[in-house]
């Protein structure tokens, strides 16, 4: 096994981790928008995406391959999308 599929591996990982945090946010919005929407957990959801983002931002600055730096300022715009639509509810 080359060196190379590993790291692909890796990304892919990382990917699939990204993904499912998001799906977990947007799993947490859609629960909490079924009943009377309350501050807090806007609050909570918003601080969650933001960490995301500040995390996603890091990981960018710290990547030297353009394809994953692509995949990662991708993710880091459906979070902007995603606190977008928090802040609209």
Known sequence: MSGMGDAG???IDTDARIQERMDEV???RAR???KPVR???RLQALES???ARIE???QHAATAHELRRAQ???AIEEVDR????TQES
């Open 72 to 74: 990662i300022r991708q």
């Open 56 to 58: 996603l931002e890091r």
């Open 49 to 51: 995406l933001r960490l």
């Open 9 to 11: 591996e890796g990304l």
């Open 39 to 41: 501050d807090p957990e």
């Open 32 to 34: 909490k928008q079924a």
């Open 26 to 28: 947007a799993r947490d």
């Open 82 to 85: 995603r606190i977008a639509a």
